[in-house]
T-cell receptor
Framework: GQQLNQSPQSMFIQEGEDVSMNCTSSSIFNTWLWYKQDPGEGPVLLIALYKAGELTSNGRLTAQFGITRKDSFLNISASIPSDVGIYFCAGRNNAGNNRKLIWGLGTSLAVNP | DAGITQSPRHKVTETGTPVTLRCHQT?????MYWYRQDPGHGLRLIHYSYGVKDTDKGEVSDGYSVSRSKTEDFLLTLESATSSQTSVYFCAISESEGAMAGELFFGEGSRLTVL
C-alpha cells in the first residue's frame, strides 16, 4: 500500500539538542498527524494538523502542515531523555477517513544524556 | 489515557492453530480498528468496525476475521495461524470519522509469535 516518506529513519542526538523530522507524500492530504511510540507501547497522538500552513505547538514540540499539503514537519526543542522513541507521521486525503490513514515508517530517536 | 485493553499481551502459538485477540474499550467510541506493526512496513490496517456488527476489510485482511457483538469489544481471529502472521497487533479506537477526525487512541499491543 501507499506509504509516506518519513526522514530521517533514525537519529542519535545529545540531550539539549533540537530535532527535526519530516514526512512527504506524492498525494495531497487534508490532515497530518504525528504520533510517538514508546518501547512496548502503542502510538500516542502528539499533534493533529488540519489546515495547510498551520503551525501547532504542544510543549517543546512544534509541527507544521506544509503549504503544498504534501508534507509536514515535526520539531522537538531542547531534547530530553524521555523523548526517546519512534515518531510516526500519518496523513489522510479529502476522500478518506481513518480507514484511509497513510502511515510513515517512523523516525527512531535516541537521546544521549 | 483512553480506556483500551488488549488481551493477551503476549502469545506464542503453533502454525495451524486458531488465535483470537481481544480489544476492550470503556470509551463508548463507535469506531474500532485492528492494525499490525512489522519492521519495514509500519502500521497496516487489517480490519475496522464502524458499529456493532458493522465491519469491513482493511489493507491486509487475508487470513483474518473480526467480530463486534458489543460496542466495547472487537475481536480479531486468525483461523489458522501462519508464521507470516507473527507480528505486534494494535487495537485503536476513534470517536468519529468526520473531516476533523483522525485522533486514534491505541491499545498497548499484543505480541503474537507463530512457530
Amino acid at each position: 500500500g501507499q506509504q509516506l516518506n518519513q526522514s530521517p529513519q533514525s537519529m542519535f542526538i545529545q540531550e539539549g539538542e533540537d530535532v527535526s523530522m519530516n514526512c512527504t507524500s506524492s498525494s495531497i492530504f487534508n490532515t497530518w498527524l504525528w504520533y510517538k511510540q514508546d518501547p512496548g507501547e502503542g502510538p500516542v497522538l502528539l499533534i493533529a494538523l488540519y489546515k495547510a500552513g498551520e503551525l501547532t505547538s504542544n510543549g517543546r514540540l512544534t509541527a507544521q502542515f506544509g503549504i503544498t499539503r504534501k508534507d509536514s514537519f515535526l520539531n522537538i526543542s531542547a531534547s530530553i531523555p524521555s523523548d526517546v522513541g519512534i515518531y510516526f507521521c500519518a496523513g489522510r486525503n479529502n476522500a478518506g477517513n481513518n480507514r484511509k490513514l497513510i502511515w510513515g515508517l517512523g523516525t527512531s530517536l535516541a537521546v544521549n544524556p | 489515557d483512553a480506556g483500551i485493553t488488549q488481551s493477551p499481551r503476549h502469545k506464542v502459538t503453533e502454525t495451524g492453530t486458531p488465535v483470537t485477540l481481544r480489544c476492550h474499550q470503556t470509551e463508548n467510541h463507535r469506531y474500532m480498528y485492528w492494525y499490525r506493526q512489522d519492521p519495514g512496513h509500519g502500521l497496516r490496517l487489517i480490519h475496522y468496525s464502524y458499529g456493532v456488527k458493522d465491519t469491513d476489510k482493511g489493507e491486509v485482511s487475508d487470513g483474518y476475521s473480526v467480530s463486534r457483538s458489543k460496542t466495547e469489544d472487537f475481536l480479531l481471529t486468525l483461523e489458522s495461524a501462519t508464521s507470516s502472521q507473527t507480528s505486534v497487533y494494535f487495537c485503536a479506537i476513534s470517536e468519529s470519522e468526520g473531516a476533523m477526525a483522525g485522533e486514534l487512541f491505541f491499545g498497548e499491543g499484543s505480541r503474537l509469535t507463530v512457530l
